[in-house]
């Protein structure tokens, strides 16, 4: 006869290596805390339907309770034979207090037990990710605030653009970050429901009350579907999809960390703490950190294709395919987590290098739609005026120069419509300033994002 727990019609039982391959109990035991709680608040409820004893009550809560002490400790002993993390605390608890803790299970299955722990797993750890998401915002906005009036070249297609604010462009990543925490805001909403008592599919016999257990275990909802209880893992993918795009973000950002921090750029300086060396060539400083946070978003977003593949062909309710939801789910929470970490302290302690990026933003045509948009508030037609400026650019070019370095002599064989106040405007940090449009890279625009992102946090 099999020893299982749910042995009972079986005769035989399976080799150790197909136990091994079905247990679930090397990581789903993550879930001991919330399965202990889960239970705690299910047997109460079964008291107080009178379903249980309170004598049954007592003694099978006295049995968690110390299942409980043994977890904090870390003295638990799982056991592959058990398969996962339920049926092996519910062992322990029989080896307790005996055959009444057999009578846990009344009025549920392992079915709604697994998908409310992973609710519960996972309304806690949202909580976590959107302070740790705050935590890197106000990094953000202190480097920010330390350079508002430190330009820098801004790009499109990687070649220089238009000078802006540092913090302008240090500010972008705040509020992809603001996105990515109401998305995980928003998805407290479909996490914080309750599938305890659902049973197996079909909800149970037994009189149960499942809007106690739900707020027993602080849950604001119940599903009002059995069969999509057990087979709800929607709040995963959302958990996964709003995790990739995540580190969608923080991989761009890591890579533009990767640029600056290069001999061609050296616009910053990362710490040392963030930073390692070669083993060949001493003279390497590299920013490992943020290339294995770009390389890491690759995981994340296997984690969420791998959970859309496994759900797309299921018939309801449970099956065990969906035993699958966990180790991405869990690693998805564990890289995210330590990147956040990572990003914050790499941000906060890095050195922004002014001087360079000053140096940087008057030795480029950055400038060029500073003249294009003077010959155009003088009346000429832009795109004329945009063809006369790439001209005076490519002369620049031939000649080794910048625009400002141009003669008001060469300028005005260009167009009599220039005058001496040209260079006013050619200047990067008139160019930065005139920006005043809102959400616009000028100073005091900047300083107004700042203070709304203040709010945000």
Known sequence: ????????????????????????????????????????????????????????????????????????????????????????????????VGPVGGKLHTGRSRNDQVATDMHLFLKKRLQEVISLIEAFQKAIVTQAEDNIDTLAPGYTHLQRAQPISFAHHLMTYFWMLERDKQRFQDSLKRTDISPLGAGALAGTTF???????????????????????????????????????????LSRFAEEIILWSSEEFKFIE????????????????????????????????????????????????????????????????????????????????????????????????SNATELADYLATKGMPFREAHEVTGKLVFLCIQRGIYLLDLSIEDLQEASSLIESDVYDVLAPEAAVQRRHSLGGTGFEQVKIQIAKAKECI
């Open 270 to 365: 990362l710490d040392d703490a963030f930073s390692t060396g070669s083993s060949i060539m001493p003279q390497k400083k590299n920013p490992d950190m943020a290339e294995l946070i770009r390389g890491k978003a690759g995981r994340v977003y296997g984690n969420l294709m791998g959970l859309l593949t496994v759900l797309k062909g299921i018939p309801l309710a449970y099956n065990k395919d969906m035993q699958e939801d966990k180790e991405g789910m869990f690693d998805t929470l564990h890289t995210i987590v330590g990147s956040l970490k990572i990003f914050e302290g790499m941000v906060r302690t890095m050195t922004v290098a002014k001087e360079t990026l000053h140096k940087a933003v008057h030795q480029d045509f």
């Open 1 to 96: 006869m099999s020893g299982k727990l749910w042995g009972g019609r079986f005769q035989n039982s399976a080799e150790q290596w197909v136990d091994e391959f079905g247990a679930s109990i090397g990581f789903d035991q993550q879930l001991v805390t919330e399965d202990l709680e889960g239970s705690i608040a299910h047997v109460t409820m079964l008291g107080a339907c009178g379903i249980l004893s309170q004598d049954e009550v007592n003694t099978i809560k006295d049995g968690l309770h110390q299942l409980q002490q043994k977890a904090t400790e870390g003295s638990l002993e799982f056991s592959i034979a058990n398969e996962d993390i339920h049926l092996n605390l519910e062992k322990m608890l029989i080896d307790l």
């Open 207 to 249: 009189p149960i009350d499942r809007e106690m257990s739900a707020e027993l275990l602080g849950f604001s909802a119940v599903y009002q579907n059995s069969m999509d209880a057990v087979s709800d893992r929607d709040f995963i993918v959302e958990f996964l999809s709003n995790g990739s795009l995540l580190m969608a973000h």
